[in-house]
């Protein structure tokens, strides 16, 4: 498989800059998690109807299911990820990666179960620390907040010690 | 509260979050990060490209805003350090993070590069954010005040003037790259290889 990467710094530095023209030309720092929040609210939609989605104080205030700034980034950030994709030649249908297949085997029931288990914990925990790693590792951090700092550095280590418990072992060839 | 510089309103700023979202999208996917063994070995410090992408975001965002704060042409936004949901949100976002594989932004991109996991991640996501959505009455009451400072700032912890402050972060940020260059230099032969 052929890998198209761009230089980390580069990246980073362009995030960067990206970081800075959200914030002076629409007072909005990079988030993700709160558009996904929002996604869910309009999930519910169809299942609770639009006054059970209102009548919840948080897709009423915090996330409402609408297609504002934030969930067009979202889905601006899902374009812009298959455009550079498909113009790489990176495009690829998978489901399990390989150093997942390494260590946990070929089964994609497996695999994909701990992605949806993963993806339900993950943001929980964003929606609970109120920002993910676009809004508290990225934005916040660059802000120098003492959340997303406490964020940044709790968030590694917990996942550095759930990483080594999961892949301690290394792969047996 | 509307800086000076933000001009972009109405209806355009739809357009704006669809275009900065583009960006972004296109940013995640270059750098390698909507990579599920990426981001899983970066956690496990075998391979550094999330750290290095994260930490220049970081200085030269932080350096740029700081500047153009400076000026009063930006503002703030600060999220509230209500530390017992920060600590514990953070500690279920570090253990999600390498069961699932991506964060919230890179699980977004990798769908877009065909990553069937994570998109089923995606769909966990939508649950999570459901579950939290209905629990968030209880968390506002119970969770939320605990240990709250308020939308603090690392300055406002010390008086030392805020240009310390960002030399501080640029000195540690070449900090970790010296050592990362370090590190990948002496591991280079064995285990950093590039294709799998």
């Known amino acids: 498989m052929k890998t198209y990467r761009w230089n980390p710094y580069l990246v980073g530095a362009l995030i960067g800059v990206l970081s800075i023209l959200t914030f002076s030309l629409v007072d909005k720092p990079i988030g993700m998690s709160t558009g996904i929040a929002q996604a869910s609210g309009a999930c519910a939609l169809p299942v609770l109807g639009s006054a059970g989605v209102a009548a919840n104080t948080y897709w009423a205030k915090k996330a409402v299911p609408a297609w504002d700034y934030g969930s067009l980034f979202v889905l601006g950030t899902l374009f812009g990820a298959f455009v550079s994709a498909v113009v790489s030649g990176s495009f690829k249908l998978e489901s399990v990666p390989s150093v997942w297949r390494e260590r946990f085997g070929p089964s994609v029931i497996k695999r994909m179960a701990a992605a949806f288990l993963g993806g339900v914990v993950i943001i929980f925990g964003a929606r609970l620390a109120d920002g993910c790693t676009s809004g508290h590792g990225i934005s916040g951090s660059l802000q120098l907040a003492v959340s997303s700092w406490t964020f940044f550095i709790v968030m590694f280590a917990t996942g550095a010690v759930t990483a080594f418990i999961l892949f301690r072992h290394r792969p047996q060839s | ?196």
């Open chain 2, 1 to 196: 509260m509307n800086s000076i510089l933000s001009f972009i309103t109405g209806p355009n700023l739809l357009w704006a979050g669809l275009a900065f979202g583009f960006l972004f999208g296109v940013l995640l996917h270059s750098g390698g990060v909507a990579d599920y063994n990426v981001i899983v070995k970066q956690f496990l410090f075998r391979d550094f490209t999330v750290l290095k992408v994260m930490f220049t975001a970081i200085v030269v965002g932080g350096v740029g805003i700081f500047i153009l704060h400076g000026q009063g042409l930006v503002n703030f936004h600060i999220k509230p350090a209500a530390m017992l949901a920060v600590v514990s949100g953070a500690a279920l976002f570090g253990i999600g993070m390498v069961i699932y594989g991506y964060c919230p932004g890179t699980g977004v991109a990798a769908i877009a590069a065909g990553k069937l996991d994570a998109l089923v991640g995606f769909l966990g996501m939508l649950a999570g954010a459901a579950l939290y959505a209905f629990s968030y009455d209880w968390i506002a009451a119970n969770i939320l005040p605990v240990g709250d400072l308020g939308k603090k700032r690392l300055p406002q912890l010390a008086t030392l003037p805020e240009w310390v402050w960002y030399a501080g972060l640029v000195v540690m940020a070449g900090v970790v790259f010296a050592v990362v260059a370090r590190v990948e230099k002496k591991s280079a032969p064995s285990t950093l290889s590039k294709e799998p």
